[in-house]
C-alpha cells in the first residue's frame, strides 16, 4: 500500500539512506535524462512539437465536454459500452459489475496509473478474483506486495539482484541475474495467465474523439494480449485522455514515446477500435470504457487546469533533483514527482498532501521536460498560496513573515535589524562564517556553514564612497580598458 | 536574446541590490557598480529599496510580498532601466510581480512597466549595452553554475557563458552537471534540510570531477548555499558572483584564494 503523503519528510529521510535505492536512482538519471535528450533533439525541432501537442491538449481540454460526448458517441455505433465513473467508488463497481456478468475467475492487467489511482487491484482481490499484472514491471510489483515509484518505470526503485531474488522466491525457478532469463521466467508465467484469463483490463495512452478510439503504447506487448485474449477487455480511462482527431495522434505519439523513453515509437502502439467484429478473426467479444472523473472535473474549473494536460511520460520526475534523490514512493501516493506534487494535492486535498508543494526548489527542470510544457513549478506556487491562504502554514511561520514584511517595508528597521545581526553574531563568527544558527534555522547548519552578515553592508559602502564614484568617460565602447 | 538590441546605448541605471547582496556580499554590489561605470554607465542606488518579496511569495504568503513588493513599483518608476545582480530576483520582479498585483489595475500597470525595465546584469550586459568583453582578467579554472531562475524562468543561458569566457586568463571547464539546481531554494533548504543537503553533494561531486578550481554564477543564494558546504568541507575552490569576474582586474579588494569565499 501507498506509504500516505503525511510523512513525506520521514520517507525522504528514510530513501536518502537506502543504498539499493539509491544506486537504482542513480542508473534511472544516468541512462533516462541523456536517452531522452538525445532523442527529443534528433526529432529536428523538437520545441515546435512540443508547442503543437500541447496545442492538442489545450484544444481537448477546453472543449473536454464536446469531445468526450463524440467519443462515446463513436464507440456507441462501435458496439463498445461506455461507462461514466464519478469517483473511484464508481469506478470500481463499474468494473465488478463487469467482471461479474463475465463470470470472471482470472483478470489479466495491462499497466494503468488510472487502476492504481482507484485501488482496484486490492478490491478486486478482497472480491476473490486472481489478479495479474502483465507488464513486467508491474509484475515485479505486485510480486513484491509494493506499489509503482515510477509512473512508466514502476519497479524502477529495485536493483536486479533484488528482482533475481524475488523471482527465485515467489516462482521457484533457479536462482539468475541475467536479463534474459529473468524475462523469460516473468514471460513463461505470464503467458499461461493470458490463455486462462476471462477479464483483460488495461489503461488508455490516447482517447480519440473522432473515431471512438483508444490507443495503447507499450513495449512488450502485454497491452496488446490483455486487451485482445480474454473475451472481454475494459479500458480505463482518466477523461482528459482524449485527443480530438486521429490526425493528432502522430504529435502526440512522437512526443509521449521520445520524452518517456527516448524510443522514436514503442515496440507495440496498439489503436483499439470496438470490439471484435464479424470477420475478425481475434479481438475481445465485449470492449467496455469507463470514462473516469474522480476529481478531474474539479482541476478542470481551477486554475491548475494544465495539470489535465499531462500524458504520464515520467520525463519530468526523471529529471527532478527532488525525484532522483528520493524515488517515488516517499511521495507516498500514486503519482509521484513533480506532476505528482501537483496531481497528489489536487486529488486527494492539501490537508494530508501539504508537504507536496512545499518540497521543490522551483527549479523547472520539470517544465523545460514536459513534452506539453505543464507550468510545474507555477502551480507549486499556486498550491502553496492556496495551502497558506486556508490556513496550513504553523502560526510561526506567519508571523515570521508578517515580522519580515515589517521591518522590509521600514529601511531604518531593516538596517537596525543588519546591524543587530552583526552584534549577536560577532561571538559565533569565524572568518565570516557561522558554524551554527539558531532555530528555525539549524537546519541550515547541520551539513553547511552560513554566511555572516557583512561588517559593512552594501548601503552602508554606497553612503561612505561609492556614490561619490563617476562612470568612466571613455567606457562607452565597452571592449578592455587596460 | 542574443542579439544587442538597437536601443541606443543606457547611461544611467538603477541598481536594485537585493537584500543577499547587500547583506552578505557587499562585494557584489560594489563590482557591479565599478563594472558599469567602467562602461560609462552611471549608477543609481535608491536607498529605500530592501528585498524583492521572493521569501514570502514562494511561501506562499502573498499578502506580506505583496506589501514589500508594492514599494519597489513605487522605488524604481522612474528609472529606465534597473539593473538586478540575481536572476532569481529579476524573476520575482519580471515574471510575478505582475501576477501579484493582478487584481489592482493600477498597480499591476505599474508591475508590468518595471517588469519591462528590470533586467539581470549578465543579459543586461550583452542584450542591452551590447558587449560581451567586458575588459577583465582572470586567472582560473572557472565552472559555471546555471542559477534556475536565471535558466528556466528568464531563459538567459548564454549570456553569463560568452561573458565568462570573453575574460583574459579564463580556463572555462565545464561541469557536466551545470543546469542542475544547487539545492538551495530559499526556505527549502531550512525545510528540508536532508533533500536539500543531498542535491548540494551531487553539484559539488561535479565540480570536482569537473576540476574547477573557481565557481562562478549570477546568483548570490546559490553562491551562499555552495560556498556553505565546500567551507563545511574544507574544500579549496573559490566562489565568486559574475559581477566580482567581471570586474576582477579592476577591483580594489581582488578575492582571496580562501576556501569558499
Same mark, same amino acid.
Given at each position: 500500500?501507498?506509504?500516505?503523503?503525511?510523512?513525506?519528510?520521514?520517507?525522504?529521510?528514510?530513501?536518502?539512506?537506502?543504498?539499493?535505492?539509491?544506486?537504482?536512482?542513480?542508473?534511472?538519471?544516468?541512462?533516462?535524462?541523456?536517452?531522452?535528450?538525445?532523442?527529443?533533439?534528433?526529432?529536428?525541432?523538437?520545441?515546435?512539437?512540443?508547442?503543437?501537442?500541447?496545442?492538442?491538449?489545450?484544444?481537448?481540454?477546453?472543449?473536454?465536454?464536446? #469531445?468526450?460526448?463524440?467519443?462515446?458517441?463513436?464507440?456507441?455505433?462501435?458496439?463498445?459500452?461506455?461507462?461514466?465513473?464519478?469517483?473511484?467508488?464508481?469506478?470500481?463497481?463499474?468494473?465488478?459489475?463487469?467482471?461479474?456478468?463475465?463470470?470472471?475467475?482470472?483478470?489479466?492487467? %495491462?499497466?494503468?496509473?488510472?487502476?492504481?489511482?482507484?485501488?482496484?487491484?486490492?478490491?478486486?482481490?478482497?472480491?476473490? #478474483?486472481?489478479?495479474?499484472?502483465?507488464?513486467?514491471?508491474?509484475?515485479?510489483?505486485?510480486?513484491?506486495?509494493?506499489?509503482?515509484?515510477?509512473?512508466?518505470?514502476?519497479?524502477?526503485?529495485?536493483?536486479?539482484?533484488?528482482?533475481?531474488?524475488?523471482?527465485?522466491?515467489?516462482?521457484?525457478?533457479?536462482?539468475?541475474?541475467?536479463?534474459?532469463?529473468?524475462?523469460?521466467?516473468?514471460?513463461?508465467?505470464?503467458?499461461?495467465?493470458?490463455?486462462?484469463?476471462?477479464?483483460?483490463?488495461?489503461?488508455?495512452?490516447?482517447?480519440?474523439?473522432?473515431?471512438?478510439?483508444?490507443?495503447?503504447?507499450?513495449?512488450?506487448?502485454?497491452?496488446?494480449?490483455?486487451?485482445?485474449?480474454?473475451?472481454?477487455?475494459?479500458?480505463?480511462?482518466?477523461?482528459?485522455?482524449?485527443?480530438?482527431?486521429?490526425?493528432?495522434?502522430?504529435?502526440?505519439?512522437?512526443?509521449?514515446?521520445?520524452?518517456?523513453?527516448?524510443?522514436?515509437?514503442?515496440? #507495440?502502439?496498439?489503436?483499439?477500435?470496438?470490439?471484435?467484429?464479424?470477420?475478425?478473426?481475434?479481438?475481445?467479444?465485449?470492449?467496455?470504457?469507463?470514462?473516469?472523473?474522480?476529481?478531474?472535473?474539479?482541476?478542470?474549473?481551477?486554475?491548475?487546469?494544465?495539470?489535465?494536460?499531462?500524458?504520464?511520460? %515520467?520525463?519530468?520526475?526523471?529529471?527532478?533533483?527532488? #525525484?532522483?534523490?528520493?524515488?517515488?514512493?516517499?511521495?507516498?501516493?500514486?503519482?509521484?514527482?513533480?506532476?505528482?506534487?501537483?496531481?497528489?494535492?489536487?486529488?486527494?486535498?492539501?490537508?494530508?498532501?501539504?508537504?507536496?508543494?512545499?518540497?521543490?526548489?522551483?527549479?523547472?527542470?520539470?517544465?523545460?521536460?514536459?513534452?506539453?510544457?505543464?507550468?510545474?513549478?507555477?502551480?507549486?506556487?499556486?498550491?502553496?498560496?492556496?495551502?497558506?491562504?486556508?490556513?496550513?502554514?504553523?502560526?510561526?511561520?506567519?508571523?515570521?513573515?508578517?515580522?519580515?514584511?515589517?521591518?522590509?517595508?521600514?529601511?531604518?528597521?531593516?538596517?537596525?535589524?543588519?546591524?543587530?545581526?552583526?552584534?549577536?553574531?560577532?561571538?559565533?563568527?569565524?572568518?565570516?562564517?557561522?558554524?551554527?544558527?539558531?532555530?528555525?534555522?539549524?537546519?541550515?547548519?547541520?551539513?553547511?556553514?552560513?554566511?555572516?552578515?557583512?561588517?559593512?553592508?552594501?548601503?552602508?559602502?554606497?553612503?561612505?564612497?561609492?556614490?561619490?564614484?563617476?562612470?568612466?568617460?571613455?567606457?562607452?565602447?565597452?571592449?578592455?580598458?587596460? | 536574446?542574443?542579439?544587442?538590441?538597437?536601443?541606443?546605448?543606457?547611461?544611467?541605471?538603477?541598481?536594485?541590490?537585493?537584500?543577499?547582496?547587500?547583506?552578505?556580499?557587499?562585494?557584489?554590489?560594489?563590482?557591479?557598480?565599478?563594472?558599469?561605470?567602467?562602461?560609462?554607465?552611471?549608477?543609481?542606488?535608491?536607498?529605500?529599496?530592501?528585498?524583492?518579496?521572493?521569501?514570502?511569495?514562494?511561501?506562499?504568503?502573498?499578502?506580506?510580498?505583496?506589501?514589500?513588493?508594492?514599494?519597489?513599483?513605487?522605488?524604481?518608476?522612474?528609472?529606465?532601466?534597473?539593473?538586478?545582480?540575481?536572476?532569481?530576483?529579476?524573476?520575482?520582479?519580471?515574471?510575478?510581480?505582475?501576477?501579484?498585483?493582478?487584481?489592482?489595475?493600477?498597480?499591476?500597470?505599474?508591475?508590468?512597466?518595471?517588469?519591462?525595465?528590470?533586467?539581470?546584469?549578465?543579459?543586461?550586459?550583452?542584450?542591452?549595452?551590447?558587449?560581451?568583453?567586458?575588459?577583465?582578467?582572470?586567472?582560473?579554472?572557472?565552472?559555471?553554475?546555471?542559477?534556475?531562475?536565471?535558466?528556466?524562468?528568464?531563459?538567459?543561458?548564454?549570456?553569463?557563458?560568452?561573458?565568462?569566457?570573453?575574460?583574459?586568463?579564463?580556463?572555462?571547464?565545464?561541469?557536466?552537471?551545470?543546469?542542475?539546481?544547487?539545492?538551495?531554494?530559499?526556505?527549502?533548504?531550512?525545510?528540508?534540510?536532508?533533500?536539500?543537503?543531498?542535491?548540494?553533494?551531487?553539484?559539488?561531486?561535479?565540480?570536482?570531477?569537473?576540476?574547477?578550481?573557481?565557481?562562478?554564477?549570477?546568483?548570490?543564494?546559490?553562491?551562499?548555499?555552495?560556498?556553505?558546504?565546500?567551507?563545511?568541507?574544507?574544500?579549496?575552490?573559490?566562489?565568486?558572483?559574475?559581477?566580482?569576474?567581471?570586474?576582477?582586474?579592476?577591483?580594489?579588494?581582488?578575492?582571496?584564494?580562501?576556501?569558499?569565499?
Amino acid at each position: 500500500m501507498h506509504l500516505g503523503t503525511e510523512g513525506f519528510q520521514d520517507h525522504a529521510r528514510q530513501a536518502l539512506k537506502d543504498e539499493p535505492l539509491q544506486n537504482a536512482l542513480h542508473l534511472l538519471t544516468a541512462e533516462f535524462v541523456p536517452r531522452r535528450v538525445a532523442a527529443m533533439q534528433a526529432l529536428g525541432d523538437p520545441e515546435a512539437l512540443r508547442t503543437q501537442a500541447r496545442a492538442v491538449k489545450e484544444q481537448a481540454i477546453a472543449q473536454l465536454d464536446t #469531445y468526450l460526448e463524440q467519443f462515446a458517441d463513436n464507440l456507441d455505433k462501435l458496439g463498445a459500452h461506455v461507462h461514466w465513473a464519478h469517483d473511484d467508488a464508481e469506478a470500481r463497481d463499474i468494473i465488478t459489475s463487469i467482471a461479474q456478468q463475465a463470470g470472471a475467475k482470472v483478470i489479466v492487467k %495491462g499497466k494503468s496509473m488510472a487502476a492504481e489511482e482507484i485501488h482496484l487491484n486490492p478490491h478486486l482481490e478482497e472480491l476473490g #478474483y486472481e489478479v495479474l499484472e502483465t507488464d513486467l514491471g508491474e509484475y515485479i510489483i505486485q510480486l513484491a506486495e509494493e506499489t509503482p515509484s515510477h509512473i512508466i518505470a514502476p519497479a524502477i526503485h529495485k536493483t536486479r539482484q533484488q528482482i533475481a531474488a524475488l523471482l527465485h522466491d515467489k516462482l521457484g525457478d533457479p536462482y539468475t541475474e541475467e536479463l534474459t532469463d529473468m524475462t523469460q521466467i516473468a514471460r513463461r508465467a505470464l503467458r499461461q495467465q493470458f490463455l486462462r484469463a476471462d477479464v483483460g483490463i488495461t489503461g488508455v495512452n490516447f482517447a480519440i474523439a473522432d473515431t471512438g478510439s483508444i490507443v495503447l503504447v507499450t513495449n512488450e506487448g502485454n497491452g496488446r494480449l490483455s486487451s485482445t485474449l480474454p473475451r472481454v477487455h475494459v479500458a480505463l480511462m482518466g477523461m482528459e485522455k482524449i485527443v480530438p482527431r486521429l490526425d493528432d495522434l502522430p504529435v502526440m505519439l512522437k512526443v509521449l514515446t521520445n520524452s518517456a523513453t527516448g524510443q522514436k515509437i514503442s515496440s #507495440y502502439v496498439t489503436m483499439i477500435t470496438g470490439p471484435r467484429r464479424a470477420h475478425d478473426l481475434d479481438g475481445p467479444e465485449e470492449l467496455h470504457v469507463v470514462v473516469m472523473d474522480n476529481g478531474r472535473s474539479n482541476i478542470l474549473a481551477s486554475e491548475n487546469r494544465e495539470a489535465l494536460y499531462c500524458l504520464r511520460c %515520467g520525463a519530468c520526475l526523471n529529471v527532478c533533483p527532488i #525525484y532522483q534523490n528520493i524515488g517515488g514512493h516517499a511521495y507516498g501516493w500514486v503519482y509521484p514527482g513533480p506532476i505528482g506534487a501537483v496531481l497528489t494535492p489536487l486529488f486527494t486535498g492539501l490537508d494530508t498532501a501539504k508537504h507536496l508543494p512545499r518540497a521543490s526548489t522551483l527549479c523547472g527542470a520539470c517544465r523545460e521536460a514536459c513534452p506539453v510544457k505543464i507550468n510545474i513549478p507555477h502551480m507549486l506556487l499556486n498550491l502553496r498560496r492556496q495551502s497558506v491562504s486556508r490556513g496550513d502554514a504553523s502560526a510561526g511561520e506567519g508571523r515570521l513573515f508578517s515580522l519580515w514584511a515589517w521591518v522590509m517595508r521600514h529601511p531604518g528597521l531593516y538596517r537596525l535589524g543588519l546591524k543587530l545581526a552583526r552584534l549577536g553574531q560577532t561571538p559565533f563568527a569565524r572568518r565570516g562564517w557561522l558554524g551554527k544558527l539558531p532555530p528555525p534555522f539549524h537546519s541550515w547548519t547541520q551539513s553547511r556553514d552560513f554566511k555572516a552578515v557583512a561588517p559593512q553592508s552594501f548601503r552602508d559602502r554606497w553612503q561612505a564612497t561609492l556614490q561619490y564614484e563617476q562612470p568612466s568617460r571613455n567606457g562607452a565602447g565597452g571592449g578592455r580598458h587596460e | 536574446m542574443t542579439e544587442p538590441t538597437g536601443r541606443r546605448r543606457p547611461t544611467r541605471v538603477a541598481l536594485f541590490i537585493t537584500c543577499l547582496g547587500d547583506a552578505f556580499y557587499p562585494q557584489v554590489g560594489e563590482a557591479t557598480v565599478r563594472l558599469l561605470h567602467r562602461l560609462g554607465i552611471a549608477v543609481d542606488f535608491p536607498l529605500g529599496q530592501t528585498c524583492c518579496a521572493q521569501p514570502a511569495f514562494n511561501a506562499g504568503f502573498h499578502d506580506q510580498a505583496r506589501l514589500v513588493a508594492q514599494r519597489n513599483l513605487t522605488l524604481f518608476a522612474d528609472y529606465e532601466y534597473v539593473v538586478v545582480p540575481s536572476g532569481s530576483c529579476t524573476a520575482m520582479i519580471r515574471l510575478f510581480y505582475p501576477d501579484l498585483f493582478a487584481e489592482a489595475p493600477q498597480l499591476h500597470q505599474q508591475a508590468e512597466s518595471l517588469a519591462a525595465r528590470t533586467y539581470e546584469l549578465s543579459e543586461f550586459l550583452l542584450n542591452i549595452v551590447g558587449t560581451d568583453d567586458v575588459g577583465a582578467a582572470f586567472a582560473g579554472k572557472v565552472a559555471y553554475h546555471a542559477s534556475c531562475h536565471l535558466q528556466r524562468e528568464l531563459g538567459v543561458t548564454e549570456a553569463p557563458r560568452r561573458l565568462i569566457s570573453r575574460v583574459a586568463g579564463v580556463e572555462a571547464c565545464d561541469a557536466e552537471m551545470s543546469e542542475q539546481c544547487c539545492g538551495f531554494g530559499g526556505t527549502f533548504a531550512v525545510k528540508y534540510p536532508e533533500i536539500s543537503s543531498a542535491m548540494l553533494e551531487k553539484k559539488i561531486a561535479s565540480l570536482q570531477r569537473a576540476g574547477a578550481d573557481t565557481l562562478v554564477s549570477c546568483d548570490a543564494g546559490c553562491l551562499m548555499h555552495i560556498a556553505g558546504r565546500l567551507r563545511r568541507q574544507g574544500m579549496d575552490v573559490r566562489v565568486m558572483h559574475v559581477a566580482e569576474l567581471l570586474n576582477a582586474g579592476h577591483n580594489a579588494e581582488e578575492p582571496r584564494h580562501a576556501p569558499g569565499n
